[in-house]
């Protein structure tokens, strides 16, 4: 499986980071840590034979891109072990969207995830993954006692392979 994702401004890393280490540090679950799991928000995943055949269509969305503000807002849960902060979803993070899948749902070798295809899509960054049951409540409570609405930039996009997470291919986008 394969990720296009979206990368934040250093501030706003900083403050997603914060969020994931107070997870892990409470109660010991690493993952996102130990998997050097960057913070981003994932725009597509797609399921392809070979990464490199997605790269050239990931470099093309940077003539169709831009830096954008989004407005994270909330935090939530994927059930049963997933802790994410979510952005309200925009103009821009709808254009970014309709963009990355209209490239690469075009593409004959890749399947798109029913997740990530249009008015299907939650925009989200995972701050917790894997966590267990007693976990998941512990990771609320964080959120519950730390978390207050804030603002960032997209600055660049990026091709991902997963387990473990390795990045691929990153491109700064236009300042706007």
């Known amino acids: 499986m394969y990720l296009i994702s979206a990368y934040f401004d250093d501030d706003t890393n900083k403050?997603?980071?914060?969020?994931?280490?107070?997870?892990?540090?409470?109660?010991?679950?690493?993952?996102?840590?130990?998997?050097?799991?960057?913070?981003?928000?994932?725009?597509?995943?797609?399921?392809?034979?070979?990464?490199?055949?997605?790269?050239?269509?990931?470099?093309?969305?940077?003539?169709?891109?831009?830096?954008?503000?989004?407005?994270f807002v909330s935090a939530g849960m994927f059930f049963p072990y997933v802790m994410y902060v979510t952005p309200v979803l925009n103009a821009y993070l709808q254009e970014m969207a309709e963009a990355?899948?209209?490239?690469?749902?075009?593409?004959?070798?890749?399947?798109?995830?029913?997740?990530?295809?249009?008015?299907?899509?939650?925009?989200?960054?995972?701050?917790?993954?894997?966590?267990?049951?007693?976990?998941?409540?512990?990771?609320?409570?964080?959120?519950?006692?730390s978390f207050a609405p804030f603002e960032g930039d997209i600055t660049a996009i990026g091709l991902a392979k997963t387990n473990p997470h390795e990045d691929m291919l990153k491109i700064d986008l236009i300042e706007e």
Not at 117 to 128: D, E, F, S, Y
């Open 100 to 145: 990355v899948y209209e490239t690469v749902c075009r593409i004959d070798e890749v399947s798109v995830s029913r997740f990530y295809q249009p008015m299907q899509w939650l925009p989200h960054v995972t701050i917790g993954k894997k966590l267990s049951k007693e976990e998941m409540r512990l990771a609320f409570e964080i959120i519950q006692n």
């Open 15 to 71: 403050k997603i980071n914060q969020y994931i280490k107070q997870i892990a540090k409470r109660k010991g679950n690493t993952f996102m840590t130990d998997n050097h799991v960057p913070p981003h928000m994932t725009i597509s995943s797609v399921e392809a034979r070979n990464g490199e055949l997605l790269m050239p269509y990931v470099g093309q969305l940077t003539h169709r891109l831009r830096q954008g503000r989004v407005h």
